[in-house]
């Protein structure tokens, strides 16, 4: 006992809040496995060996998707259960839960529990983080209600009141899988039925999107919301620099991969499809490989330039402080901005009227060049360990560093040390390379990240 | 004749240095394009089309190697002279021949010609650069001949004289090759047959690596050779940083690419090695793939790891201002450095008692970013036009940027994009990133270079 108070003073004192954040991640990774491994969530005479089940309980609070075995067989409704609520806690992040729970049970909340909140939501800003993260996380949770609600009536009205059940756990299932990025297939045939619903994937587009635009732009949309409804003849609301940037590279990227999906699969997957059909299913993979990882068909038929775009968009990633993994939007915009700059004989980078600082773009180079040389590692080591084609390696690689967790099928065949490879991969994807770097760093050192000028984006 | 005069006066007032390396490796490509399609030089009743004979041509001044068609079936005797010229041309650049020409015709040499040797050969000072790529000149011209006669008494030695006249031929190609980084094939089975001679090894390697740490480099030793004779008992000569800079990434890169192919091979192409064997095999393609581009058997048989590091070596390639191509080892070498130091938490890129100018780290970062984004389009387009592995597709794109001219035997069947491609890629390849990015910046912007303090490094 005494020997744990001292620890507690120790932590308090000196770890830093990135070390936070990183430690309630492997605790809960820990915790995961454990419940993984219950019997009670387990359908009858299976066995899970040990390092499948870990990589099962990595893979669940990354929110990646990735499994060495098909769920369906394996879990029982229990366990499925379990699952959707291990998404919640690995898609909101650890530190918006404690904050959720610290504001519920009354508790104060300390300047150091605030500057933890304000690392995991990449919040600039100190002030109203708290109360901010909450509203967000209410948010979340309501909208997943409302569309698993709405699904599940959509389920009943199209199969039929005698399957009940099964719709309103399918619609729920949909709807929490989409907005928290789970991506996980239970159905073994992920959205395949719905190919040609185009209300229906738009509608898993759009939460698939709000879970990957950052947590940060919700808090300030619905900021700008209220500010509107409280001072509707003014209009000088400023968005912060952030959610310009990441809505901007958001909307950038998904056209671009949908331009480029488009174009390799319009004598390929498009080619027996209604031009609608075309432009809706490029679309949607655009979104999809970006984040949640749902697909509407076998991966296996694409083309390879069509698989090597996905694995482009999955290395990518979400927004940061979001659902989502991969080096992230704004970090990969700022550097592509960075190198545009220095072509056209510029010193700095200045977009929407403000002028990027020289810190962030120094994160955003080094961070999208140590995950692109931490991914090239990766496709080396499976190389040599593995026995498929470099194209499902460099697929699965980015599947898992993006946390999206689609699969050429490989996962179940991986030898032991390519799991372990995913494992890794799946857990800087989702922590983020810019965490892991800082992770050694002293509190002192840090500090004076709280010091700079306000408009400072978030990188990593 | 009014006209060429007012344009000869318009190039020397406004054309940066920059800009008249690139239009000069462009004429040369045209006329030996030209040359090439001369019926003199061809076989009698062969043909080669327009694109394959652009394709050679590119291929031959940017010292590549990759070709689509078997050489020894296209061109005779002279033809295979001719290119060995061609080579000599490619490799030592344009500029450090026209300085060679005019110090021998006695002209006077303008600070502009200046300034434009100094662009080609990356010296950061001008005094003296004349003189020096005169030296370097005639010392490359004595090596390739030195080795060259040892070649072909070797050669006569082992056939016996009654080969002489292809014991020569063969000796001088090879010493050629080697030097000059040329490795195009003429025999079809490049240095098979002296697989285990390892002196014969060891002395290509010299070779490849005196061609490949940059002419700058043996500048310098030169001077430190000539400085130690004139004044034995003093000993403060200093090397440039660029220079320390050259050796140490050549050895450290050297050394990283023979543990990783050791190992990748161990117990496939090396297995039935002895010891010194497999060392040695792991030491010869370790710095042949970032160079010269020669090979010791077909490169099928090795494994898709083996091949991905050769391609990763063949990316980064050779010194800047040497007769390679690539990255540049000293470029990428910085961006690891600058890596390495944000890890530490360090604000500055120190080395060798020096520190690595902002500007230099900056040039590092966007060459090797841009060089990267370069090599993926170029897997992407191909990945959509050719009917090959991705293993062979980077594989060549790696070659072809590189300019090291290995191939996994595609290149014949590549379509007329793919060929654009691979052409777009040795030419940029062998110019060098940083040139293409510096082409179209005016004279008077690019004038502040020659201001800066003495330690730059050069960059690509
Ligand atoms: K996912
Ligand atoms: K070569």
């Known amino acids: 006992m005494n020997y744990l108070s001292r620890l507690k003073t120790k932590v308090r004192t000196e770890a830093t809040p990135i070390q936070l954040v990183v430690s309630a991640y492997l605790i809960l990774i820990l915790l995961t496995f454990f419940l993984l491994n219950l019997p009670i969530f387990l359908k009858p005479g299976v066995h899970v060996s040990l390092l499948n089940s870990f990589f099962m309980a990595v893979s669940t609070i990354s929110v990646t998707g990735l499994t060495t075995f098909p769920l369906s067989q394996v879990y029982n409704h229990a366990g499925i259960i379990l699952l959707e609520f291990l998404f919640q806690i690995g898609g909101f992040g650890v530190t918006m839960l404690a904050t959720v729970v610290m504001v519920l049970s009354g508790r104060k909340i300390t300047l150091q529990q605030r500057q933890l909140i304000q690392v995991d939501m990449n919040q600039p800003r100190l002030s109203g983080t708290v109360r901010l993260s909450y509203s967000v996380f209410i948010l979340m949770l309501v909208l997943q209600l409302f569309f698993g609600m709405l699904f599940s009536l959509y389920f009943t009205w199209q199969n039929g009141l005698t399957h009940l059940k099964s719709a309103i756990f399918n619609g729920f299932y949909i709807s929490v899988s989409a907005v928290t990025n789970a991506g996980f297939d239970i159905t073994g045939s992920s959205l395949a039925p719905f190919r040609h619903n185009y209300l229906f994937l738009l509608t898993i587009m759009f939460l698939i999107m709000l879970g990957g635009i950052g947590f940060p732009v919700l808090v300030e949309f619905q ?78 038929t694409f083309q390879t330039s069509t698989l090597l775009i996905f694995s482009l968009l999955m290395f990518i990633g979400a927004s940061p402080s979001s659902v989502g993994g991969g080096v992230r939007t704004t970090t990969v915009g700022i550097l592509l901005l960075y190198l545009a700059a220095f072509i056209r004989g510029r010193r700095n980078v200045n977009i929407f009227g403000r002028r990027i600082s020289q810190s962030d773009i120094q994160k955003a180079i080094v961070v999208t060049n140590l995950s692109m040389l931490l991914c090239l590692g990766a496709v080396l080591i499976l190389s040599i360990t593995e026995n498929y084609s470099l194209t499902s390696l460099i697929f699965e690689v980015a599947a898992a560093f993006g946390t999206t967790g689609l699969s050429l099928g490989i996962t179940a065949g991986l030898s032991i040390i390519g799991k372990w490879v995913i494992i890794i991969l799946m857990f800087v994807g989702r922590v983020g390379m810019l965490y892991m770097l800082l992770l050694f760093v002293s509190k002192k050192e840090q500090d004076f990240n709280y010091k700079y000028p306000t408009e400072q984006v978030i990188i990593g």
Chains 1, 2 share one sequence.
């Not at 952030?242 to 699969?265: C, N, R």
């Open 223 to 300: 900021q700008w919301l209220s500010f509107k409804y409280h001072h509707p003849q003014q209009y000088h609301f400023r968005f912060s620099l952030f959610s310009k940037l990441a809505v901007f590279f958001a909307v950038i990227f998904f056209i671009t991969g949908t331009i480029l999906i488009f174009l390799t699969e319009f004598k390929g997957q498009l080619a027996d499809e209604s031009w609608p059909g075309k432009l809706m299913t490029a679309m949607f993979y655009s979104a999809s490989t970006r984040n949640a990882g749902l697909q509407l068909e076998s991966l296996k």
